[in-house]
């Protein structure tokens, strides 16, 4: 091969995550929020470019989105309201304005009833402009009930993970090292499986920001019905080796967290993020047994309740010596009850 047909030597692709390396410093906020949600933002789109009202509506949480439609119910009628007032007093006809209140509301609730298309016929529009504001009215509440029925439908069948992690994470001893520990569990009572993990260190070195992709003790669990313990060991080849906690808080370190698995209710893949600061991390301490007691009926459970209970752990960890596929050590076994059977043997 003669030097100008020799390939050019392969670059390393940039570790930046997408965030790039010049973001993220000291004084800025963190990169990913625990709640999943990103803290950098794109300026300079056009308003009409950058607003997705279905987009909005899908993600917005359900308090917000019941507020927004009744306020915008209400603002919808009261518009109309005021333009059947604007054809004339006696733009309606049927009922008296005293028997309801006064003419706005005596307009508010016919509005209300030609949006929904209820028509009680106590209350008739008279004249020409009045039928004209009817008839826009009309067609503005078939389009806006089919739209809204959409949305509903849509936010009601949209998979999404309920996935729960701990409030804190964890450096503990591990098999005679340490490791970067954290917990989570599902947080709904349907399944997930084929669950993936991925662990991402970042920190500031010098001007720049400066990204890992940390290996993990387990990446992948494949049924997911208790809690799964995310384990990075920390030995020679992990980016944290020798670190204390005071270096975590010195180089503005942040774990970031993407999980990824199949919702077994849909059949479609749905994804969790968050992330962990330094002040959020616990070095020396582990975390506390979450199993029950096994039932009568020999049913193994976890108290959900203790996914973030921590305690200090101990110079001599015996619990990491043998390590299972759901993330929990053997001392973390639940309970065994007396069986008769055992007895019998």
């Known amino acids: 091969?003669?030097?100008?047909?020799?390939?050019?030597?392969?670059?390393?692709?940039?570790?930046?995550?997408?965030?790039?390396?010049?973001?993220?410093?000291?004084?800025?906020?963190?990169?990913?929020?625990?709640?999943?949600?990103?803290?950098?933002?794109?300026?300079?789109?056009?308003?009409?470019?950058?607003?997705?009202?279905?987009?909005?509506?899908?993600?917005?949480?359900?308090?917000?989105?019941?507020?927004?439609?009744v306020g915008v119910y209400i603002v919808t009628n009261t518009l109309f309201a005021l333009a059947y007032l604007a054809c004339g007093l006696n733009s309606l006809v049927g009922v008296t304005p005293i028997a309801i209140g006064n003419a706005f509301w005596r307009a508010f609730f016919f509005s209300v009833e030609t949006l929904a298309t209820i028509g009680y016929g106590n209350i008739t529009p008279n004249g020409l402009p009045a039928h004209f504001v009817m008839t826009a009215e009309s067609l503005?509440?078939?389009?806006?009930?089919?739209?809204?029925?959409?949305?509903?439908?849509?936010?009601?069948?949209?998979?999404?993970?309920?996935?729960?992690?701990?409030?804190?994470?964890?450096?503990?001893?591990?098999r005679g090292l340490t490791a970067f520990m954290f917990r989570i569990a599902n947080g709904r009572s349907n399944q997930l499986v084929e669950l993936e993990a991925k662990v991402l260190f970042s920190y500031i070195e010098g001007t720049s920001r400066r990204y890992y992709q940390l290996e993990l003790e387990r990446t992948r669990v494949v049924f997911f019905p208790l809690s799964w313990t995310i384990v990075h060991p920390i030995d020679e080849k992990s980016p944290m080796f020798g670190w204390t906690h005071a270096d975590l808080v010195r180089k503005d370190a942040e774990f970031m967290i993407l999980l990824a698995g199949m919702d077994e209710t849909f059949s479609q893949m749905v994804h969790a993020r968050s992330s962990y600061k330094a002040h959020e991390i616990q070095y020396g301490h582990r975390f506390t047994n979450i199993y029950n007691p096994i039932d009568d009926e020999g049913r193994t459970s976890i108290d959900v309740r203790k996914l973030s209970d921590t305690e200090q752990a101990e110079d001599d960890w015996a619990h990491t010596s043998t390590w299972h596929h759901t993330g929990h050590f053997a001392g973390y076994a639940p309970p065994r009850r007396d069986s008769k059977d055992s007895r019998r043997s």
């Open 1 to 69: 091969m003669t030097e100008t047909q020799r390939p050019a030597p392969a670059t390393e692709e940039p570790k930046d995550l997408g965030f790039g390396s010049v973001i993220g410093g000291a004084d800025e906020m963190r990169l990913l929020n625990r709640d999943g949600t990103f803290n950098s933002r794109r300026r300079g789109l056009s308003m009409l470019s950058s607003l997705s009202f279905y987009h909005y509506f899908l993600t917005i949480s359900w308090t917000r989105f019941f507020v927004l439609t």
């Open 140 to 174: 503005v509440g078939l389009l806006s009930f089919a739209l809204g029925t959409g949305i509903l439908f849509a936010r009601f069948s949209r998979p999404t993970a309920a996935v729960m992690f701990s409030e804190r994470a964890v450096v503990s001893p591990y």
